[in-house]
C-alpha cells in the first residue's frame, strides 16, 4: 500500500483496531460453543506515573464512542476471512464471519467519570458481558483510556508546578499522531491546561486557542524590529512578540518600542514569549524593562521544554513568569510514556449459572489479581476524602465498621466507622448494551478535576515524595483473594 492509499483514522470502520489475539481468542470461544459463557473484567493500573500517588480518568467519552460505532462492515470481514494458518487454510470458519456480521454490543459498562482522581489497582472499567465481546474491547478500550489518563494527569501536574498560572498545550508537532495530538490536547485540557495551540482540537473539542509566531517569522525580515511592527500592525489585537531569536534583552527593547507605537493607536502589547537562556534571570530583567516602560500588563510567557520539575523550579527562583507553553514533555509524558494500565477477568458466569471468581497467580505480587465483581467506595471525612475501599457487589461489605487492607501489605489496615459519608465511584454507562450515561460537557469535566483536587489532602498530590492515601480490599474480599491464591498455588504443586 503506497502513501496515497493510507485510510484516514476515523473514516469508517474502527472495529479491527485490536491485537490479533484477542480475535483468536474469540473465535476459539465460538468454535467452543463459549459464546454465550459471560466474563467481568476491571480496566486498572498498577503504579501511578511520574514517580507521584494519583491518576485522572480520561478518555470514558471517546471509549463510549468507540463501543457505539463497534460492528464488522464487509471490509472487516473480508480481510479477516482473507486470513491464513501456518499450514496455508483459513484461520477462521465462514460461521464465525457471519457471527461477526450480527455482532451487536451487548455489555453491562460501568466507569468511573471523566476528571475523578483515582489510585492503583482501583477498577476504572469494569464490562460485564459475553467473554467474546468484552475481549474484542480490551485492546480499545486500554489503548484510550491509558492514553488519555496519562496526559490528563501529567497537565494536572504541570498545572499544580504553576500555581494557577495559565498553562497552554503546545505539543501538536511532537505528539504520537494526527490522533495522538488531538486526544492529548483535549486530555491536557481536562487535566487543567488553559488552551491549547492545536487549531483542530479546538474546532472539535471548543477549547480555546492560543500561540504567538515563530522564529521564521523574525528571520523572513530584515531586522527583528521589522518583524515586530509588520506582526503588530497586521495583528494589534493579538501582539505576542518572541523576542530571543538573536538577543533576548534586545529583543525585549525592540517588543517595547513596537508596544509604544501600538498604544499611540489604542492597543496594548499583549505579552512577550522567551524560548530559550536562562529563564528565570531573563524573566526578572525583561519584567523590569517592562514595567519601566509603562507595559505592567504586558505578559511574559516561557516555553522551552518545559514540565512540572523545571516550573517548580523556576518558580522557586521567583521568575516573573505570567503564562507557561508547554509541548513536548507534557504532549508525550515525556518522562512516563505509557500508563500501566490493564484490563483483568475477575469472575465467569456460565448461562443460567451463578458468577464463579477467577484470579490470576503471579510470582510478582503486583499481578496477582484481585477476584469478583468490584466496586470502589470512596470515603469522606467532613470536606476532605479519607480513603477508598474495593469491594466485591456480590458479597457487599460487612456491615459493621468497614476494615480494609492492603492487598500487598496486610501491615497496612484501616478501620472506618460505617456513619462515615461515602460514594461508590463506578456508575452505569451500558446496561445490557444501551447507554444509560449522559456525558457531561468538557468543561464540567475540567470543573470536576479542580474540585476532586480541593477534595485531597494537599499532601497526596504534591509532586515529590507523596503521602499515602489509603487504598485497600474491604476485608471480606481481602480473605476470598487469599482462599484463591492458596488454592490456585495447591494446584500447582
Not at 464540567?444 to 480490599?473: C, D, M, W
Request: proline share 4%; charged share 25%; glycine share 8%.
Amino acid at each position: 500500500m503506497d502513501d496515497s492509499q493510507i485510510p484516514e483514522f476515523n473514516s469508517g470502520s474502527n472495529s479491527l483496531l485490536t491485537d490479533f489475539y484477542q480475535l483468536t481468542m474469540a473465535y476459539s470461544f465460538w468454535k467452543a460453543g463459549m459464546e454465550n459463557v459471560e466474563g467481568t473484567y476491571h480496566l486498572f493500573f498498577r503504579s501511578a506515573p511520574f514517580d507521584g500517588n494519583y491518576c485522572i480518568c480520561c478518555g470514558l467519552e471517546r471509549a463510549i464512542s468507540f463501543i457505539e460505532s463497534l460492528r464488522f462492515e464487509q471490509s472487516d470481514l473480508n480481510y479477516i476471512a482473507g486470513l491464513h494458518g501456518n499450514d496455508g487454510k483459513p484461520l477462521f470458519d465462514e460461521g464465525f464471519i457471519e457471527y461477526l456480521r450480527l455482532f451487536e454490543f451487548s455489555c453491562n459498562l460501568d466507569a468511573i467519570p471523566e476528571g475523578t482522581i483515582v489510585f492503583p489497582f482501583e477498577p476504572m472499567l469494569r464490562i460485564q458481558g459475553p467473554l467474546i465481546q468484552c475481549q474484542l474491547l480490551e485492546t480499545p478500550l486500554l489503548n484510550i483510556i491509558n492514553f488519555q489518563s496519562l496526559i490528563a494527569t501529567k497537565a494536572s501536574r504541570i498545572c499544580r508546578a504553576a500555581q494557577g498560572d495559565p498553562v497552554l498545550e503546545f505539543g501538536a508537532r511532537r505528539a504520537q499522531g494526527l490522533d495522538g495530538a488531538l486526544t492529548a490536547s483535549r486530555a491536557a485540557y481536562i487535566g487543567g491546561c488553559s488552551a491549547t495551540s492545536n487549531v483542530l482540537a479546538g474546532k472539535k473539542f471548543g477549547i480555546p486557542v492560543k500561540g504567538t509566531i515563530s522564529h521564521s517569522w523574525i528571520m523572513a525580515f530584515e531586522s527583528e524590529s521589522e518583524a515586530f511592527e509588520t506582526y503588530a500592525d497586521i495583528l494589534p489585537n493579538n501582539c505576542v512578540l518572541l523576542v530571543d531569536t538573536y538577543s533576548t534583552l534586545e529583543g525585549v527593547k525592540n517588543a517595547i518600542e513596537v508596544g509604544k507605537k501600538l498604544k499611540d493607536k489604542g492597543y496594548e502589547l499583549t505579552g512577550i514569549r522567551l524560548d530559550s537562556g536562562d529563564l528565570a534571570y531573563l524573566s526578572i530583567e525583561a519584567r523590569k524593562m517592562l514595567d519601566e516602560a509603562g507595559f505592567p500588563d504586558a505578559r511574559i510567557l516561557a516555553s522551552n521544554d518545559l514540565d512540572e520539575k523545571i516550573i517548580q523550579s523556576l518558580k522557586i527562583q521567583h521568575a516573573k513568569i505570567d503564562m507557561w507553553g508547554v509541548g513536548t514533555r507534557l504532549i508525550t509524558a515525556y518522562d512516563h510514556p505509557a500508563l500501566n494500565g490493564v484490563y483483568k477477568l475477575s469472575a465467569v458466569r456460565k448461562p443460567g449459572g451463578t458468577w464463579q471468581n477467577k484470579i490470576k497467580i503471579s510470582n510478582q505480587s503486583t499481578k496477582v489479581t484481585t477476584p469478583g465483581i468490584q466496586q470502589v467506595r470512596r470515603f469522606r471525612n467532613h470536606s476532605e476524602n479519607s480513603a477508598d475501599m474495593i469491594f466485591d457487589v456480590n458479597i457487599g461489605p460487612d456491615n459493621g465498621e468497614f476494615k480494609i487492607i492492603d492487598p500487598f501489605d496486610v501491615t497496612r489496615q484501616k478501620q472506618i466507622e460505617s456513619s462515615t459519608d461515602y460514594t461508590d465511584l463506578l456508575t452505569p454507562v451500558f446496561i445490557e448494551g444501551q447507554k444509560v450515561y449522559t456525558c457531561p460537557s468538557l468543561d464540567q469535566i475540567k470543573a470536576k478535576v479542580e474540585k476532586e483536587k480541593q477534595s485531597f489532602h494537599s499532601t497526596i498530590l504534591r509532586l515529590v515524595n507523596p503521602h499515602h492515601y489509603p487504598v485497600g480490599n474491604e476485608i471480606r474480599l481481602n480473605d476470598v483473594r487469599t482462599e484463591l491464591m492458596i488454592k490456585a498455588r495447591k494446584q500447582q504443586s
